[in-house]
């Protein structure tokens, strides 16, 4: 019984040293240069956006936003599909494929916020 006691009450300060203390995280970039970049987002004061777009291709569509940050979606149903508000502000450029039609559809658009409308694609 005295060495249960004498666990728990080791288990229960390692506890508490973990969750008091602040964890330290670190990563390294792939990239070969040893150039480093910082980005850094209110999200509680930042309107973020989603995408919203309506597939009528008859196969799967790849939505791509390369910008300040870079976002993937794949819609594999037909009809309309609209992302969690996620994409934060800038500059972003939208390449749309999909996998029943050859061919991209390429735009730049400024996000600010609010929803991103890709107009309907109809493979033909």
Do not use: H
Request: charged share 15%; net charge positive.
């Amino acid at each position: 019984m005295k060495t249960l006691r004498w666990f728990t009450f080791v288990f229960l300060v390692v506890l508490l040293v973990v969750t008091v203390l602040p964890a330290s995280v670190s990563a390294a970039s792939q990239d070969s240069d040893s150039a480093t970049t910082s980005y850094t987002v209110d999200l509680a004061k930042t309107k973020l956006a989603k995408v919203k777009v309506t597939n009528k291709t008859g196969g799967t569509m790849t939505v791509r936003l390369t910008g300040p940050r870079t976002y993937y979606f794949s819609v594999p149903q037909q009809g309309k599909w609209t992302s969690a508000a996620i994409i934060e502000p800038g500059k972003y450029t939208i390449t749309v494929t999909t996998s029943a039609c050859g061919g991209s559809y390429v735009k730049t658009k400024n996000v600010k916020g609010g929803t991103v409308g890709i107009p309907v694609l109809v493979c033909r």
